[in-house]
Every structure is written in C-alpha cells, then in structure tokens.
C-alpha cells in the first residue's frame, strides 16, 4: 500500500511538471513567432544623384499583426540630411502586416557618403537594414554656353511690428483721458447756475430782481412778516453796501443812517432828505419786527417795499456815472481777476500732471522694479533685445539649433594655411557693441585622413578620450584668443553640459576683464560650449558685458534654447 501511494504521488508530480513545461514553451513559441517571422529591407530609387537632389529611401517589414513596429525619426540618416518622412502604407497579407515607409533623403556637398543602418523596432527586438553608399557628383556647368552672373546681394527683411502699437495705443488712450478729464473739471466753461448768473447782474438790476422776487413770495400770505422785513432790508442794505457805503451790511440803523446824512452834507452823494428819511423808518419798522416782535399790517408791508423800490431808483439816479479813468481801472480789474484764474487752472493742470506722472512711477516701480521703469522711459539696449522678437533657426551642417535675440549672420572664418586640408569651418556671428552681446556659432568638418584617395568613406570611430582631449585643446586655444584680444583676470570653469535631447559636450565660463586703456577696465563674462563627433566639433561662444541683468537674462535663455541630435549611428552601431 506505501509503495502504490508513493507511485500515485510521483505521477502526478510528473504531470504537473510536464503541464509547466509545455505552458512555458508555448509562451516563447508565441513570442518567436512574432518576431522570427518578421523580415527587414530597404531599397533606394537611386545611388548616384546631383548637389541637391532627393533619393527615395524606403523601409520594408514584414511582420506579425499583432507586433509593435516602430520606424527611425529624425536626423538618423547622417551624413545624409533627412527632407521629408512620409506616412506609414500597412497593407495586409495573409495574418501578416506588410509595412513601408518612404524618406526623402539630400546632400548638399559633393562626395562619396554612407547611409547607416536603421534600426527599427519589432516588439521588443531591435532589427538592421543594411548600409548603403552614395555618389553625390557635382553640377556640371558649361560656362562657354551658360552665363554668368553676379552675385545677388542680401535682401534686407522687415522687421515685424511687434506689440509697439499696442503699447501706444494704450498710452494715448491714458494721456486723453487725462486731457478730458482735465478739460472738464478745469478747463471747461461751465454752465452758470441761477445764483451764478444772478451775481454778475449790476447791483442796481440786481436789487430789482430780488425786490421783483420779494413780491412773488408768500411771506406776507404765509403772515411771515418777520422773514419778509429782513428780505427787504437785506436787499436796500446790500445796494447800499456796494454803491454808497461799504460797511452798510454791518452797520445798525441808527450807525448807517449816520453814515448817509454824513455823505450827503459831505456833497457826496446827493441824497434827498426824503429818502434818507423813508430808509430811516423802513430800516426801524424791521428793527421793531425782528426784535419787539411788532406785527404791521399787509398793507403797510406792501408800501413799504415800494418805498424801497423808489429809494433804490433815487441812489441811482443821484449816483454820478464812472468816468473812463474808472472804467479803464474796473477793466483792468477784470482782466487781471480773469489772468488769475487762468493762472490757477495752469498751476492745477501742472500739479494734477506731475502727480499723476510721479504715482505712475511709483507704481509700475513697485511693481516691476524702478530700474526696469527707468530702462522702459530711457530706453535700454539689451533689454529691447530681450523683449524683442527672437528668432528660433539651425546653423550649420550637423545643425545647431539655437534661439537668439536676432538672426545669426554667416563671417568669412579664415583657416591656416596648414590646416586647410584637413579641416573646414562655417562661423554664424550676431555682434551688438552697445549691449555688450557677442554670438557665435561654429562648426568644424574634420576631412577624412584615413581615406587617401579622397572618396570620403566612414570617418573612423573617436574614442571618448580623443574627444575630450580634442576640446580641451579647444579650449585652450580659444582662451589663447582672449588672452590676445587684450583680457585679463580670465576666472576658468569647466563642467560637462547636456542639451535637452541628451546630447553631451563640455561647458567652460568664467569671467574676464576687458582692458580699454589705464583707466577703463571693464567687466565681462563668457561662456563657451563644444560639442565632437567622429568628424564634426561644434562651438557656441557667448560674450557678455557684466553687471548687466537684461544681458544675464539672455544669455540664460539662449543657453536653454540650444539643441542638437545626438549621435544615433554610433549608438547603433554599437547595439
């Protein structure tokens, strides 16, 4: 019974273990058969064309529809640039996907180039297409029969407006609206009231216009008579005041009837007895209202108020008119009270003008710094560089790609006689004497010096040694420059430097002294950035004025712009 249990026991270890195995194997026969089956070629129209023109390079796989297939992007066809990439033509056959991808490829210099192989991803594994070489020839020109030209000259491009427009806009909009407002509460002639209109009105015309007023009132029906008495002492009192006697309004009666009979023994004014006499008793009939509460009938208010009328009629009448000497005083008068208010308005037009002037200072000084307010009104060069319209562009062959306040103009770079045959250099340069900045980006073809016979073959691998002793002689040399431009005091630093796509290179800065003469010594910074291929180094040098925040930001912002593509080839070629 222990032997049959025992032997039960083993089977079914057996089993299970043969269950395991044969699960496991058909896993990796679904995984080989998604990718053993799978098949890359590629073909080109052609191998031999002209400076310029495009070869049709396709990509051919054939591979399971359940697999992921993933084909080269960007600049991997290097030495040869990569025009346009089409879209992906899947036809299906059988349980088969067949996949093709058409690249326009071009070359613009002349010679014998490699197109590396291309990796594409089938599922998880990497395949090949093979290497394929190249003849770009040269256009031949016969110039017996083609004519020659000269050379166009550079086309000055517009620069774009920009947002100037709507800064000015809006500044003219604030400035009226100052102007209106300014118009309006100063400036303007403004309506007179009644009040207004009533105090420019003579006193004579005056005094009967409020008489004629006295009369429509309803003092008397209303048995107001207290009001009424003071209303109409109050206007033979005021006209008094400004034709006859100037403290009429202060004065009592007894003091302002004083006053008169003294004017008119005087042959000042030639008052009739009667008159002066009729003012007495109105002037004290008021007196008794106002203070002994004395009540007068209807009646005799009534002819007391045309007793006023006709008293008022007598001081004109007996008044003598200006002279001209008197009216030429009361002109000039006017016109030197109207020179006054003229004056007024100017002062609160300035002083309004001037505050609101400072406040905005203030203001957008608190807000973005009195210094970048300053630079705003005075003008300052690199800050409009900074706040200019930047320009995103490549430069050279590999490209650099680079952001810059302005667009980077190609220089004649003059090599040394010595050096001629084994290098070329392109340089692209922006230089602004009056912010201080200095661009310039550099790239240097290294000729191939393994291939005598000058077809141009694959340059032969650097090692990355080599290259980091090739850009430390760079580095050298181009500290030699400076040292030769006239600068001292050169602080170096030097650490490694990543774009943003990975491509690796070093970066050296530091600061440096520009020597004017003995006694203008002027600060500056500078940073320098190379990057080495297998038959390429290329460099961006950046030279800055110190102390300069607006140049800082630049400078930071074009180090942050810069792009290369990494070096597929070589990865793989080493996958």
Not at 253 to 280: A, F, M, V, Y
Request: proline share 4%.
């Amino acid at each position: 019974m222990n032997y049959d249990f025992r032997y039960k026991n083993i089977n079914a270890m057996v089993n299970r273990l043969r269950s395991s195995i044969f699960g496991l194997c058909s896993m990796f026969y679904v995984l080989f058969s998604l990718t053993a089956s799978a098949q890359v070629t590629s073909e080109a129209d052609t191998t031999k064309i002209r400076i310029g023109e495009q070869i049709t390079y396709k990509i051919n796989v054939e591979a399971d529809s359940l697999a992921l297939v993933v084909f080269p992007e960007g600049q991997t066809f290097m030495p040869l640039e990569a025009v346009e990439a089409l879209k992906i033509d899947t036809t299906k056959k059988a349980s088969k996907f067949l996949l093709s991808r058409i690249y326009k490829l071009t070359q613009f210099d002349s010679g014998v180039y490699t197109i590396p192989r291309q990796k594409i991803i089938i599922g998880e594994k990497p395949f090949f297409t093979d290497s394929l070489k190249v003849a770009v020839n040269t256009v031949e020109v016969d110039t017996t029969k083609q004519k020659l030209f000269d050379i166009k000259p550079i086309i000055e491009v517009e620069k774009s407006g920009g947002n100037w427009w709507k800064w000015l806009l809006g500044i003219l909009a604030m400035i009226a609206l100052v102007a209106f407002l300014l118009y309006w509460f100063i400036w303007r002639k403004k309506p007179l009231t009644e009040e207004e209109e009533i105090a420019l009105l003579p006193p004579y015309d005056r005094a009967k216009l409020a008489l004629k007023k006295l009369d429509e009132s309803q003092f008397l029906i209303r048995a107001e008579v207290k009001e009424y008495y003071s209303e109409l002492t109050f206007i033979i009192r005021k006209y008094l005041d400004e034709k006859v006697y100037d403290r009429a309004l202060e004065s009592t009666t007894s003091e302002l009837i004083s006053r008169l009979n003294l004017l008119k023994d005087g042959n000042q004014i030639p008052l009739s007895q009667e008159t002066i006499l009729h003012i007495e008793s109105i002037l004290q009939r008021a007196d008794l209202v106002k203070f002994a509460k004395s009540a007068p009938d209807m009646a005799l208010a009534e002819m007391d108020k045309k007793t006023i009328d006709k008293a008022i009629d007598n001081v004109k009448v007996s008044l003598p008119e200006p002279s001209e000497e008197e009216k030429l005083l009361d002109q000039k008068y006017k016109e030197e009270q109207e020179r006054k208010k003229k004056r007024r308005k100017v002062f609160i037009t300035v002083a309004i003008s001037i505050f609101l002037l400072i406040a905005t200072f203030v203001g957008f000084g608190m807000k973005y710094g009195f210094g970048y307010v300053k630079d705003t009104i005075i003008g300052h060069e690199s800050k409009s560089l900074l706040e200019g319209n930047w320009v995103e562009s490549a430069y050279g062959f590999p490209p650099i790609y680079i952001e810059t306040p302005q667009v980077l103009k190609r220089e004649a770079y003059e090599v040394p006689e010595e050096y001629k045959d084994k290098l070329s250099t392109t340089l692209f340069r922006y230089l602004s004497e009056k912010a201080g900045i200095d661009i310039q980006v550099s790239t240097t073809t290294f000729t191939n010096a393994s291939d005598p016979s000058g077809q141009g073959g694959q340059p032969k691998p650097l090692t990355d040694e080599e290259k980091a002793a090739d850009l430390m002689r760079a580095t050298e040399s181009y500290l030699k420059l400076l040292e030769s431009q006239g600068a001292k005091d050169i602080a170096v630093k030097r650490e490694k430097f990543s774009t943003p796509n990975g491509a690796e290179g070093l970066k050296v800065y530091g600061t440096k002294n520009i020597v004017l003469d003995a006694n203008d010594v002027r600060p500056a910074n500078y940073k320098l950035f190379l990057f080495r291929g297998d038959n390429v180094r290329q460099q961006i040098i950046l030279t800055w004025r110190g102390e300069d925040n607006y140049a800082d930001d630049i400078i930071e912002r074009i180090v942050n712009s810069i792009e290369l593509k990494p070096d597929e080839v070589l990865e793989e070629e080493q996958e």
